[in-house]
């Protein structure tokens, strides 16, 4: 262990992007420091609470992590340790980790994150190309809505990742194909399942005319009652996270997914009609944008395709998904994390662009650093 | 619904009305033209007979919008000018909700959704080439062959046997019946196997002698370690007058039986 050089620290500045960069770290085991992380903001500077759980998270995953705040929290430094996964005697009990994180957000938020659904639909099914297909399941416990505020639900999730590789697989995925079939599904926490119908009839309303092989499927379930103690009543509870909202999904002939996802927001006023159609607007988008991947789920496939097998992959995006903000900065960080970087030619499509990729061999070993 | 009810109703009674007079106009022009094909020859109709327009409605869910547009579709109606057949779906067809509960299953898991078994099939289909099949019976031709190879050989016995060497479940503590029948049925296996190589002329290993250590005779205390002793005389049998004259021959500390 004495041998082992001890890996620069890389440095980064800001707030953006954050949960991406740790998410390297942890994968390449490089050290890092990110400072300035709203450092301009005088009501809230520093770390936001749900990237504090994020750390809590890695650290319940990891084996010797150091994670070290600043005082006010805009600087955190955090040194990898050995991911543990499940490993009996490092946290996990009977092969599970149990990590309780404060306030689960189940639905699509308005800051943009995706629904569990489509998560479930749109983003696991991407790990099939790369070999990882057995014992993956996502559980949804308890369903919630984005809190009164925006923030703070309580929903409960349970993710189960059975199939481990020692490397994913080296893809090619070069045709996107044509939209076969569209699925979805729609949701209300604590509020009337009519809620549920007026979003299926909206949306169907607009994707049947394009695509006849459309169900949306429903859920209805009560809202989550978690303890909201007062001075007056400590054992008081309230309802939380109530709302509805649309998952949509669009399977193409070759496998390609485009999602969508609409929720209702917190302060209420929009109905589900309007936010029925606005999902299916926001498919449609996501489908004219084209490319093999959907926006949504292009980081986690590049992501592991830069990790993968020492052997080049290629994927074609649509011109709009590559130069989205989030896949360019994934770009920039992978090359920071000592990842090869892409070369990037014209697909035969039009809009479409093959982004080609060396992998570098990570795979799903973690590495001490000390 | 019953003002649409109503509306509908006037509305069809002026379509038959109507349909009446364009149905006689059209089965006239049949018969003319049945008439003059058969005293002359028949005649080249690349344009379509006008035909009665049809408004299909779908589903019980019919809204007036639709109503207007259909009279006044009807307005410009014209002889000469081949009509559009409107076809409309309801976006709300009662019989598409009910999905089947399967495919319902299948996608409300928590698993991430399959594909249904018959999607796949089609891709296969559209992607194998005749080249491809080809190459997809020769291979499947020789992994035929490989695996009769395999089975009919004693290429791979060695590692066979020792895996079925490895009993767990002998070393536990079961019911002699149960042990019996294992060992009756592994032998079983064993002799239908050496059958059925020597029907198809493979030639497998040799059959080894099971290298169990030699059992120790039972014998009582101060009893001669060979023979028998009865009635005042050694009784040695054949057996082992044979062993000690191997003892002899291969020598004293070799021969030792123990």
């Known amino acids: ?370 | 619904m019953a003002v649409s009810l109503g509306k509908r109703k006037r509305r069809e009674v002026s379509t038959v009305e109507s349909e009446h007079g364009e149905l006689d106009d059209c089965d006239a022009r049949a018969l003319f033209q049945r008439a003059f094909e058969a005293k002359f020859q028949p005649l080249e109709v690349t344009e379509k007979l006008p035909s009665a327009p049809e408004t299909v409605l779908l589903g019980d869910g019919f809204d007036p919008d639709d109503e207007e547009s259909v009279i006044s579709d009807w307005g410009g109606l014209s002889d000469d000018e081949a009509q559009v057949e409107i076809v409309k779906h309801d976006a709300m067809d009662a019989a598409g909700h009910q999905l089947a509960k399967q495919e319902q299953k299948a996608f409300m898991s928590s698993k991430p959704p399959t594909a249904t078994p018959h999607a796949p099939s089609v891709a296969t289909q559209a992607a194998s080439t005749s080249a491809e099949d080809e190459a997809e019976t020769s291979n499947l031709k020789h992994d035929l062959a490989l695996q009769r190879l395999l089975k009919e050989s004693h290429l791979l016995d060695h590692s066979s046997t020792k895996n079925s060497a490895v009993v767990p479940e002998g070393k536990k503590t079961m019911p002699l019946a149960h042990r019996k029948g294992i060992k009756a049925k592994a032998a079983g296996r064993e002799t239908a196997r050496r059958k059925e190589a020597v029907e198809n002329g493979v030639i497998l290993e040799k059959v080894r002698t099971s290298a169990q250590p030699q059992k120790r005779r039972e014998r009582g205390i101060g009893a001669p370690s060979i023979g028998k002793f009865r009635g005042g005389t050694l009784k040695l049998s054949s057996h082992d007058v044979k062993s000690i004259e191997r003892s002899r021959l291969q020598g004293g500390s070799k021969g030792r039986r123990r």
């Not at chain 1, 994707?207 to 054992?235: G, H, Q």
């Not at chain 1, 309007?274 to 607007?281: P, S, W």
């Open chain 1, 1 to 370: 262990m004495a041998a082992t050089p001890t890996p620069t620290t890389l440095r980064f500045t800001g707030s953006k992007h954050l949960i991406q960069r740790l998410v390297l770290a942890t994968l390449t085991g490089k050290p890092l420091r990110i400072s300035q992380i709203r450092s301009v903001s005088h009501t809230s500077p520093g770390l936001a609470p749900h990237e504090v759980s994020f750390l809590r998270l890695l650290e319940a995953l990891t084996n010797g992590s150091q994670i070290e705040f600043s005082y006010t929290g805009t600087t955190v430094l955090y040194k990898p340790g050995l991911i543990t996964g499940s490993a009996a005697g490092h946290g996990a009990q009977g092969g599970v980790i149990r990590h309780e994180v404060p306030g689960v957000i189940t639905s699509s938020t308005e800051a943009g994150d995706v629904s569990v659904d489509t998560v479930r639909t749109a983003i696991l099914p991407v790990f099939k190309s790369f070999g990882i297909e057995r014992d993956l399941e996502l559980r949804i416990l308890r369903r919630s809505n984005a809190g009164r505020d925006g923030k703070g639900g309580g929903g409960e999730v349970q993710l189960v990742f059975g199939h481990q590789v020692r490397l994913p697989r080296t893809v090619h995925l070069m045709s996107a194909g044509r939209v076969k079939r569209v699925r979805g599904v729609a949701y209300s926490t604590g509020v009337a399942g009519a809620n549920n119908a007026r979003l299926i009839e909206a949306a169907r309303g607009v994707l049947n005319v394009v695509a006849p092989d459309t169900y949306i499927f429903s859920d209805v379930s009560a809202a989550p009652f978690v303890p909201a103690p007062t001075r007056e009543n400590p054992a008081a509870k309230r309802k939380t996270g109530l709302g509805f909202g649309l998952s949509l999904v669009a399977e193409t002939n070759t496998g390609a997914l485009y999602s969508a996802d609409v929720a209702s927001p917190p302060a209420g006023g929009e109905p589900p009609e309007d936010l029925g159609r606005k999902c299916a607007f926001q498919l449609l988008e996501a489908i004219e944008q084209g490319g093999c991947v959907s926006s949504v789920a292009a980081p986690t496939l590049l992501m592991l395709m830069a990790m993968g097998s020492e052997d080049v992959g290629r994927v074609a995006l649509g011109r709009e998904v590559l130069g989205s903000e989030h896949v360019l900065q994934l770009a920039r960080d992978l090359r920071t994390f000592g990842m090869s970087g892409w070369s990037l030619r014209d697909g035969d499509e039009e809009d479409s662009v093959v982004v080609s990729i060396v992998g570098k061999g990570v795979g799903n070993v973690g590495r001490k650093i000390t």
